[in-house]
């Protein structure tokens, strides 16, 4: 992640208001590049000489977008606006946007995703204070699944796979899967009893919701939203492995291979990451963050110490 060199880039421009600095962390956040008063458009000539210039605040070279920022008062309000028209008039061919403040998380929302993807609205605030910043964007994220998905489905064709979906984390990378392979396939799903919080006694892992149907000779793709320590794959593993299906194999959307325990063999791996706390599709943080459609990093003062993080759920 670019996050230290934004942050740079941040601090080095002298911006005029917080709030565009403010603007500029946001966009740094989901990875929007930007450049800060890159251009001035004259507005009124005297002959050759221009009289009254527009400076946009920034400028959104993947949006071809610029932006101009307002919390200012009313009455200056009426005043940007006017300004506004007359370029829009002169200059109908570039794209432009008034941004009040709080349509910053709507912009981006609608821009920074792609696809018009708006489902993350309500979490943006809240995401904004406990995330470091998207590890994998909705485009990343639905361009990698595609590409595994055709691997996998290559791979079974003519056999019927069983994918078995490991709740809750696995639902958004299990539907997506299974959407993109374009052969037969069967779903189901298992579910395993939760780390104890605080106080409570350790009671082993176990299914709390087991396969509907046998898995006796049957070719069965284990699906996981996530692989930590490896504990719980190797658990689950045990298990079917114990009924004897033809085969059994792992796809799992995140490989958190630098924490890893226990050797646990991944057939299928999205995206490999490193020892940090991620949550968005299917993956929480104490059950929150599952329906983004991106995977963020959480920030490690937000889930440090967490019972969480050290014996998950
Ligand atoms: P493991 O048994 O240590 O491999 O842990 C796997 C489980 O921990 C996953 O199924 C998740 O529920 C949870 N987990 C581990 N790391 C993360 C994370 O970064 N975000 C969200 N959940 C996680
Ligand atoms: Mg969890």
Redesign the pocket.
């Known amino acids: 992640m670019g996050g230290a060199s934004a942050a740079r880039k941040v601090d080095a421009v002298g911006f005029a208001h917080t709030s565009e600095a403010e603007f500029a962390r946001i966009l740094d956040f989901y990875r929007i590049r930007w450049e800060y008063e890159p251009r001035s458009f004259p507005l009124r000539w005297d002959g050759d000489r221009p009289l009254e210039m527009f400076t946009p605040d920034f400028y959104l070279p993947e949006l071809d977008l610029y932006v101009e920022l307002t919390t200012l008062r009313q009455a200056l309000v009426t005043r940007k606006n006017r300004k506004l028209r007359r370029f829009k008039e002169l200059y109908p061919e570039i794209n432009i946007v008034l941004l009040y403040r709080r349509d910053y998380h709507e912009l981006l929302a609608k821009y920074g995703y792609s696809s018009g993807d708006t489902t993350a609205l309500p979490h943006m605030q809240q995401l904004y204070e406990e995330a470091e910043g998207i590890l994998f964007s909705s485009d990343e994220v639905r361009e990698r699944v595609r590409t595994l998905a055709t691997q996998v489905a290559h791979d079974y064709r003519g056999c019927l796979p069983l994918l078995v979906g ?1 709740l809750r ?1 696995a639902t958004f990378f299990l539907a997506d899967l299974m959407r993109a392979m374009g052969i037969p396939v069967e779903i189901d799903f298992l579910s395993l009893s939760r780390f104890p919080g605080d106080g409570g006694a350790v009671q082993p892992v176990r299914f709390i919701k087991d396969l509907e149907r046998p898995i006796t000779g049957r070719h069965v793709l284990l699906v ?10 190797r658990y689950v593993l045990g298990v079917l492995r114990q009924r004897e299906p033809a085969s059994l194999e792992v796809c799992a959307f995140l490989d ?1 291979r630098a924490r890893r325990l226990v050797d646990v063999p991944l057939k299928y791996v999205g995206f490999e990451i490193g020892d940090e ?3 968005g599709y299917g ?3 104490r059950e929150r963050y599952r329906n983004l459609p991106f995977i963020a990093t959480l920030r490690p003062e937000v889930y440090r110490g967490d019972a969480q993080h050290e014996g ?2």
Request: charged share 25%; proline share 0%.
């Open positions: 490991v984390g996981e939203g996530i692989v930590d320590t490896g504990f719980t794959l958190k706390f991620v949550v993956l929480d943080y998950k759920t």
